[in-house]
């Protein structure tokens, strides 16, 4: 697994994918926030750059210590019918003087789309959100899910409860999904009803089936000789 940097300021599956890098307890420790120095500090320089992806046009915020926010576009229609990669996904607006979190950010986010098999090979960009950075049962959902649940994966609301230590806790795991303030990069559309359903999506079902069928064909690819 890339390593995630976490970092101060501002404001979870079963299996390993092959291409994904073993997740060590050294890593482990990393995951947790540093203490919020927002407050009483300077604020950070917000920059805005917009991806267009397959999914549509996607906005991401972040200064030089983290990514603050990805904002999906609304869905009506899955793009071509099917969970095939675009020919490009490249950053449309912003592109001038980004930060690293928002290279990194949109670097990983190409791979997601282009070439999954190499997203273990790039950097997760450091998180600047005020959610994450709590102390909180909805952070620590948010790691458990970002840490265990795979590419080509899929965990019930219950299991992710469980693997994230309150086994009861179905519900407010629900709630943490819905406030994921970086979805794809923290994958909540991993996350499915125990009847397998989908469920509800921020970006809405239709790009929570698409996002789930991409990983499973991509992953099927990789499976193939070759990984073709």
């Not at 805005?48 to 972040?62: A, D, Y």
């Not at 098999?117 to 998180?127: E, I, K, N, S, W």
């Not at 698409?210 to 990983?215: I, N, Q, Y």
């Amino acid at each position: 697994m890339a390593e995630l940097r976490p970092c101060a300021g501002k404001a979870g599956c079963l299996l390993w994918e092959v291409w994904v890098k073993p997740f060590s307890s050294t890593m482990a420790s990393r995951l947790v926030p540093k203490v919020n120095s927002k407050q009483g500090g300077s604020p950070c320089k917000e920059k805005q750059v917009v991806l267009l992806s397959p999914l549509g046009r996607m906005e991401i915020s972040g200064c030089e210590a983290g990514v603050h926010e990805i904002k999906l576009p609304k869905m009506s229609l899955l793009p071509s019918g099917r969970a095939e990669p675009s020919v490009a996904c490249e950053v449309c607006e912003g592109a001038e003087e980004m930060p690293e979190p928002l290279q990194q950010c949109t670097a990983w986010l190409r791979a997601y789309f282009c070439e999954p098999a190499t997203t273990g090979t790039l950097p997760v960009p450091a998180f600047h959100h005020p959610l994450l950075q709590r102390d909180s049962f909805t952070r620590q959902v948010l790691w458990t899910l970002l840490k265990d649940v795979k590419f080509g994966e899929a965990v019930s609301y219950k299991q992710l409860a469980d693997l994230a230590g309150n086994s009861r806790a179905a519900r407010a795991v629900g709630g943490a999904m819905r406030s994921n303030p970086i979805p794809i990069l923290i994958p909540c559309h991993r996350v499915i009803r125990s009847s397998g359903e989908s469920g509800n999506y921020g970006g809405g079902q239709l790009m929570k089936e698409w996002l789930l069928a991409h990983e499973k064909l991509q992953k099927k690819k990789l499976a193939r000789p070759g990984g073709r």
